[in-house]
């Protein structure tokens, strides 16, 4: 492994990582590899019976929105603007509600998430202290590190370039916990 690691210019773990299915990979990467182990990249994936990583020959998955914007009005969630749909493995749901997020910015870079990222949010209306999550505020979906004290919610970044935002309970809305990062490469 380390040898075809080291042909395409990733780490030995990027590749485990590819296999495991922790990240996606993309047709320039795949065919990087198959040149590294001298195949096509027709022979690297004929008869695949795998989606990053998961068994899913029984197609054993479901198509989750790619949420652009959310409205909370009447106390539901609404997905106001939906870029499109992403295929996801049963697997990772465990009989939960879910949405994708995509990430916008670098106010998360200190937890490996960066612009383009899609974010699997398991929807629900709280979490604990220092759990990552989907906030609504002002009409704007943003992911932040959630610590809650006495009346407050403090909406930190994982960034130090950015303050953080302080608010009085009821006056931001937790859309979801952030269950999975799939790196855009």
Known sequence: MQDVADKVGLTKK?????????????????????????VTVKDLTEGATSYLGLDVSDLNSVSLPVVGKVSCGNGGLTYVEISGYESTPKQWLDGEEYFYLRAKGDSMTGARIFEGDLLLIRKQPDVENGEIAAVQINDEAVLKRVFKSSGTIVLQSENINYEPIICQEGTVLILGKLKKIMIDV
Do not use: P, V
Not at 27 to 34: E, F, G, L, P, Q
């Open 14 to 38: 990027t590749i485990q990582r590819y296999e495991n299915g922790e990240i996606k990979i993309d047709m320039k990467r795949i065919s990087d590899i198959a040149n590294a182990l001298d």
